[in-house]
């Protein structure tokens, strides 16, 4: 595998330069404070996940707060309280995008996050405790007991958490591949994962560098040169 730096280098000239490459990294990830964020905020951005989940990301942001309120809050107790017509009804709700598979993915994922939080003091210190070197064993962890957080919806759901997070787009993979690294075109067994992991925690160890920062670089690196505008409005930072 080549140095990073050559990878980072053609990024950045990509870009316009070290300076602007290095605005679009984000900011640096904290996956300790995660444990600080309560159950209900948890479930909020699992479900903020899912539903942008194939959807214009920008739709969903802006039609949150009805989302809020549909949801009572997020609150994973209360939700679990509720009759069977309360979910039935939100099919029809105005407030929210009106998917029924989606909208039963809450009600099981209240249910997962109350499970876990009771195991572990709280969903966040569960999620603050997880090794960092071990990304691809806590997405497995959530896509096999959490419900639609399985692929990309569960690494971006860590995303939004702070953790530090690397996100296998498609881009991000054919620079990986560009590299050497031998994976398919659409990453997505336990091995090729796995050998994703190793290579960017090496990387990682390396340049000292985030894994979130590494995952950004690698995917700025190659593919569509995307506007820095543009990856501003899409990243949302």
Do not use: C
Not at 83 to 90: A, G, M, V
Not at 98 to 123: C, L, M, T, W, Y
Not at 200 to 206: C, G, K, L, Y
Request: net charge neutral; aromatic share 10%; proline share 5%.
């Amino acid at each position: 595998m080549p140095d990073f730096k050559k990878i980072r280098d053609r990024a950045a000239k990509r870009k316009g330069g070290d300076g602007t490459l290095v605005s679009l990294l984000g900011p640096m990830p904290d996956n300790m404070a995660a444990a600080k964020i309560p159950d209900d905020r948890i479930l909020s951005t699992m479900a903020e996940r899912i539903f942008a989940a194939g959807f214009v990301w920008r739709v969903i942001e802006q039609k949150w707060p009805g989302f809020e309120e549909a949801f009572l809050g997020f609150e994973p107790k209360r939700l679990l309280f509720q009759p069977d017509d309360f979910w039935h009804e939100l099919a029809s709700d105005s407030r929210i995008v009106r998917n029924p598979q989606k909208i039963k993915s809450v009600r099981d994922n209240a249910a997962f996050v109350d499970r876990v939080s009771k195991e572990h003091g709280s969903f966040g210190k569960f999620i603050a405790g997880w090794p960092a070197d071990d990304q691809v064993g806590l997405t497995a962890y959530l896509a096999k007991h959490g419900s639609r957080l399985g692929g990309n919806t569960g690494q971006y759901f860590l995303r939004w958490l702070e953790w530090d997070t690397f996100v296998v787009s498609i881009d991000m993979a054919s620079a990986l591949r560009d590299a050497g690294l031998d994976i398919a075109e659409s990453p997505t067994s336990k091995r090729d994962l796995d050998k994703i992991q190793a290579q960017i925690n090496q990387w990682s160890a390396e340049t000292g560098l985030p894994r979130r920062h590494i995952s950004r670089i690698l995917a700025m690196s190659i593919g569509e040169n995307r506007s820095v505008e543009a990856l501003r409005e899409y990243m949302g930072d």
